[in-house]
């Protein structure tokens, strides 16, 4: 026999005894699936029967809500009054209220010398307005309360399911924040 056909046998017969192993476990795991299948089924356990929960009441409707950012917390005051809240009709309309929040784009931020802060904001035909605290946006009388570097927070007044009105706070992004 030539040393060159030495290496091919011996790896014939590691492959031929590692297919013998192969099949064994074969056998044993047939075997075990057998046994299985042939033991008696086993009886099932009677689901758990319902327990009875009592309602929960809800009771922290008037605490700050978690959802609202720190800065709007003192501002906001109460939100869930039917006879509390109510636009004013008498007041007159500010240029940028005959626009959806949607449709206006915060640009930035401006200081003047006496260090009132004024936001910049683009009107759908690319006009820009500057508008302070105090200050409305918006159709639904959203009321300026602060003004970040990157964004416009202000409170609206939108109907609830009530046929009342409620605060709701809201805010103007920047697109590059």
Known sequence: ???QKLPMLFTLSIAALAMTGCTDRIGMA???MTDIR???AQPIEPPPKAEL?????????SQRSPFLPPSLVNVEGPTTSIDGVRPDITRVKEPLEQYELSQLV???????PEGQ?????????????SVKVGDYLGLN???IVEITPTQINLI???PDSRAGFIEKPQSLVSPIS
């Open 1 to 3: 026999m030539s040393m």
């Open 156 to 158: 609206e007044i939108v």
């Open 141 to 143: 009388d959203g009321r």
């Open 117 to 129: 802060r004024y936001a910049l904001v683009q009107r759908p035909d690319g006009s820009v307005a």
């Open 53 to 61: 929960v009592e309602d929960f009441v809800y009771s922290a409707s």
């Open 30 to 32: 047939e075997q075990a």
């Open 106 to 112: 915060f640009r930035g931020v401006v200081v003047s």
């Open 38 to 40: 042939n033991q008696p």
